[in-house]
């Protein structure tokens, strides 16, 4: 599937955590809506600059992967 296609899916988790987490889990759950908005933000800056790191390793480039990653804190 084209990652075009999960963009209504991701704006819709930023825009309305709570309504999300109220439909899914319930309303006692809706203090981790900034949670939800940070991780689905954080998941989807990651499938658009991961594949760079792979890219990176087959050129021999490891040391920049070892520092994006540590500054990154992964």
């Known amino acids: 599937m084209d990652a075009l296609a ?10 309305f955590p709570e309504q ?3 439909i899914l889990f319930g309303a006692e759950y809706i203090a981790g809506a ?4 940070i991780l689905v933000f954080g998941f989807m ?24 990653n540590y500054i990154g804190g992964r």
């Open 6 to 15: 999960y963009l209504p899916y991701i704006f819709a988790d930023i825009t």
């Open 45 to 68: 800056i990651g499938a658009a600059v991961g594949p760079t790191g792979a890219t990176l390793q087959t050129y021999g480039k490891t040391k920049t992967v070892m520092m994006i």
């Open 20 to 22: 999300i987490i109220k």
């Open 34 to 37: 900034t949670a939800l908005s």
